[in-house]
């Protein structure tokens, strides 16, 4: 924004000095050359009173000495004519031939008794010069006339001075207003920069950092104590809203704990055809206290706020298939894992493992007997390059039944359940994966799997390069602006 003000500075300071430049360079040349014109024009016309006489007397003898003085004077060139155009004296010697076509009209105006002064090419060389030709007359009779040709150099030089002091002015004045509103450019945005990083961090989640409300100008000084009342008002909410769920969800532990129970003490007082009704209830309960855990765990989650760190993503994924792999047996599922280790990943410590167990939690749920979960990985830049998120894919793939476009745009809805899940599910564990990939500036994507089932990709982004913390942290920022199932397609939450 600075540029822009500066360059809005600078364009109307260039507009109006191009304006008054231009219209004072083109006055002052043209009352430059006027001058010199009515300056030429008065010599001209006292040399034809002094030869005046002489023509009439027909004493052409102190002719060639005026003529040499005033060529001399002027710098130029001289006739001198009687009635008939036949020269009487000139410096340099010269006749009418020699003269350019405009120079031969102005002298037959003249001895027409008229008066001709112009700015003309001269015929030798081209140059521009003043011609004057002005009568020589007695008592309203034109004994002949004087030519004067003098060149135009000195004031044309004394105009080009000026146009070029008009420029070394016009880039001073532009210099200083540059200078004045870079200042001012600055003490303007310098508010506006201000509040742009607590906004910033308002939407990284850190609310605690007020923007400045003593610099700058009046109304950008209201505006941040706006905003400032607004993110206030907003971390009041967000605790608020993290408080209810924590104290939500411990509170309801116990009861159904005591639940659970309770019910479970009843089996031996209830007839044969109740006990399917209290393993449904017994079941009912196990889903709510999940839920409970679920809610804590969102909670906790939204409170942690913490920075990713380097990873070694294929570590994490050898500790999480070691504990996976005995559950998968017991259902005669296997595991395997394809790709090549792509090496350190950033990630928020301890998030990488609980996205794992959900994924594969999930895919066990809905993978039949003899199937394949597989986990593949993949690393799509060169190592040594600018990292951007999704340089580092991580697919867990399972060959269950799948889920259509519709139930993966909604999966990641929290409480959302796919339409004939199993009971027992809470609808959170994988809404709780999109707050963990989100977290870590991740992304995940759900994808049909080759020849049938379920592929949950994960774009990760590679650490050990330079550039990865910044890009994370626009990354993080862009996407910030948006809620999580805009930024993060959704999976399923109840399978």
Same mark, same amino acid.
């Given at each position: 924004m600075t540029r822009r003000l500066l360059l809005s500075y600078l364009s109307l300071t260039m507009v109006i000095l191009l304006g008054f430049g231009t219209a004072l360079g083109v006055t002052y040349a043209s009352d430059q050359r006027q001058r010199a014109q009515r300056l030429f024009e008065r010599e001209a016309a006292v040399l034809a009173d002094l030869v005046e006489q002489d023509i009439r007397l027909k004493d052409y003898d102190d002719l060639p000495r005026l003529a040499a003085e005033y060529a001399r004077l002027s710098d130029g060139r001289v006739l001198i004519l009687d009635r008939q155009a036949k020269v009487l004296a000139s410096s340099p010697a010269s006749t009418t031939a020699q003269l350019s076509d405009g120079e031969q009209r102005d002298l037959m105006t003249a001895l027409a008794g008229g008066r001709a002064t112009n700015m003309r090419d001269s015929a030798a060389g081209g140059a521009e010069v003043f011609s004057v030709a002005v009568p020589a007359a007695s008592g309203g009779t034109t004994l002949g006339a004087v030519h004067l040709a003098a060149p135009s150099d000195d004031v044309t030089e004394t105009i080009h001075r000026m146009l070029v002091a008009l420029i070394i002015g016009a880039l001073l004045i532009l210099g200083c207003v540059a200078g004045i509103g870079i200042a001012l450019a600055r003490w303007t945005t310098r508010p506006i920069r201000a509040l742009e990083n607590a906004t910033d961090r308002l939407a990284r989640g850190v609310l605690d950092t007020p923007a400045a409300t003593n610099i700058g100008p009046p109304e950008l000084r209201k505006l941040a104590a706006t905003f400032n009342h607004t993110a206030k008002r907003l971390q009041l909410l967000v605790e608020q809203q993290r408080g209810f769920a924590a104290d939500a969800s411990h509170q309801l532990r116990t009861p159904l704990t005591a639940l659970r129970l309770r019910l479970e003490n009843l089996e031996p007082d209830l007839a044969p055809g109740g006990l399917a009704n209290l393993d449904a209830a017994i079941t009912e309960i196990d889903r709510l206290a999940d839920m409970v855990e679920q809610l804590l765990s969102l909670a906790r989650l939204e409170e942690a706020g913490a920075t990713p760190a380097a990873i070694d993503l294929d570590e994490v994924l050898a500790g999480?298939?070691?504990?996976?792999?005995?559950?998968?047996?017991? @259902?005669?599922?296997?595991?395997?894992?394809?790709?090549?280790?792509?090496?350190?990943?950033?990630?928020?410590?301890?998030?990488?493992? @609980?996205?794992?167990?959900?994924?594969?939690?999930?895919?066990?749920?809905?993978?039949?007997?003899?199937?394949?979960?597989?986990?593949?990985?993949?690393?799509?830049?060169?190592?040594?390059?600018?990292?951007?998120?999704?340089?580092?894919?991580?697919?867990?793939?399972?060959?269950?039944?799948?889920?259509?476009?519709?139930?993966?745009?909604?999966?990641?809805?929290?409480?959302?359940?796919?339409?004939?899940?199993?009971?027992?599910?809470?609808?959170?564990?994988?809404?709780i994966v999109a707050r963990l990939v989100q977290a870590s500036g991740?992304?995940?994507?759900? @994808?049909?799997?080759?020849?049938?089932?379920?592929?949950?990709?994960?774009?990760?982004?590679?650490?050990?390069?330079?550039?990865?913390?910044?890009?994370?942290? @626009?990354?993080?920022?862009r996407h910030s602006r948006h809620g999580p199932r805009e930024r993060t397609p959704a999976v399923s939450a109840g399978r």
């Amino acid at each position: 924004m600075t540029r822009r003000l500066l360059l809005s500075y600078l364009s109307l300071t260039m507009v109006i000095l191009l304006g008054f430049g231009t219209a004072l360079g083109v006055t002052y040349a043209s009352d430059q050359r006027q001058r010199a014109q009515r300056l030429f024009e008065r010599e001209a016309a006292v040399l034809a009173d002094l030869v005046e006489q002489d023509i009439r007397l027909k004493d052409y003898d102190d002719l060639p000495r005026l003529a040499a003085e005033y060529a001399r004077l002027s710098d130029g060139r001289v006739l001198i004519l009687d009635r008939q155009a036949k020269v009487l004296a000139s410096s340099p010697a010269s006749t009418t031939a020699q003269l350019s076509d405009g120079e031969q009209r102005d002298l037959m105006t003249a001895l027409a008794g008229g008066r001709a002064t112009n700015m003309r090419d001269s015929a030798a060389g081209g140059a521009e010069v003043f011609s004057v030709a002005v009568p020589a007359a007695s008592g309203g009779t034109t004994l002949g006339a004087v030519h004067l040709a003098a060149p135009s150099d000195d004031v044309t030089e004394t105009i080009h001075r000026m146009l070029v002091a008009l420029i070394i002015g016009a880039l001073l004045i532009l210099g200083c207003v540059a200078g004045i509103g870079i200042a001012l450019a600055r003490w303007t945005t310098r508010p506006i920069r201000a509040l742009e990083n607590a906004t910033d961090r308002l939407a990284r989640g850190v609310l605690d950092t007020p923007a400045a409300t003593n610099i700058g100008p009046p109304e950008l000084r209201k505006l941040a104590a706006t905003f400032n009342h607004t993110a206030k008002r907003l971390q009041l909410l967000v605790e608020q809203q993290r408080g209810f769920a924590a104290d939500a969800s411990h509170q309801l532990r116990t009861p159904l704990t005591a639940l659970r129970l309770r019910l479970e003490n009843l089996e031996p007082d209830l007839a044969p055809g109740g006990l399917a009704n209290l393993d449904a209830a017994i079941t009912e309960i196990d889903r709510l206290a999940d839920m409970v855990e679920q809610l804590l765990s969102l909670a906790r989650l939204e409170e942690a706020g913490a920075t990713p760190a380097a990873i070694d993503l294929d570590e994490v994924l050898a500790g999480r298939i070691a504990n996976w792999t005995t559950p998968a047996g017991e @259902q005669g599922v296997h595991i395997a894992v394809a790709g090549v280790p792509p090496g350190e990943i950033l990630a928020v410590p301890g998030t990488l493992e @609980q996205i794992i167990d959900n994924l594969m939690s999930n895919a066990l749920k809905v993978s039949p007997a003899g199937s394949t979960i597989t986990i593949d990985r993949q690393r799509l830049s060169r190592p040594g390059t600018a990292a951007v998120v999704g340089d580092v894919l991580l697919h867990v793939r399972d060959q269950g039944p799948g889920m259509s476009a519709e139930q993966r745009r909604l999966a990641f809805n929290r409480f959302w359940r796919e339409p004939g899940a199993p009971k027992g599910g809470s609808g959170l564990g994988l809404a709780i994966v999109a707050r963990l990939v989100q977290a870590s500036g991740s992304h995940i994507t759900l @994808q049909d799997a080759p020849g049938g089932g379920l592929d949950a990709v994960i774009a990760l982004l590679p650490a050990g390069t330079e550039p990865a913390m910044s890009r994370l942290s @626009q990354y993080r920022a862009r996407h910030s602006r948006h809620g999580p199932r805009e930024r993060t397609p959704a999976v399923s939450a109840g399978r």
